[in-house]
């Protein structure tokens, strides 16, 4: 079964750092674009940050300086490491990623989105 798992979420202080991960598993041949996007309650799911195949990034202008975004090619693993965190930036955070997948004798690329953790910025 192919799925994106999340961890690395929970509760922190403002000025706090978390750092989250995400796994992709399964019969994957392989990884495209990663990204992590988040969804505050009653506000619309929105990207944090991207990264190719080729490890060139994107942030959202509200994270930028502040959040990292890596990933491990062997582990097929996407990391974001987030630093000074704000209340603002309380939410859940999903994991998604471009898999080439071959059913059969045809491969294409699906996009998946893992479960969601949530990161919760509070004193």
């Known amino acids: 079964q192919v799925q994106l798992v999340e961890s690395g979420g929970g509760l922190v202080q403002p000025g706090g750092s978390l750092r989250l991960s995400c796994a992709a598993s399964?019969?994957?041949?392989?990884?495209?674009?990663m990204a992590w996007y988040r969804q505050a309650p009653g506000k619309e799911r929105e990207l944090v940050a991207s990264?190719?195949?080729?490890?060139?990034?994107k942030y959202a202008d509200f994270v930028k300086n502040r959040f990292m975004i890596s990933r491990d090619y062997v582990g097929n693993t996407v990391s974001l490491q987030m630093n000074s965190l704000k209340p603002e930036d309380t939410a859940l955070y999903y994991c998604?990623?471009?898999?080439?997948?071959?059913?059969?004798?045809?491969?294409?690329?699906?996009?998946?989105w893992g479960q969601g953790t949530q990161v919760t910025v509070s004193s």
């Open positions: 998604n990623a471009g898999l080439v997948i071959f059913r059969g004798y045809e491969g294409r690329e699906y996009d998946y």
């Open positions: 399964g019969d994957i041949f392989r990884v495209n674009d």
């Open positions: 990264i190719t195949d080729r490890g060139s990034t």
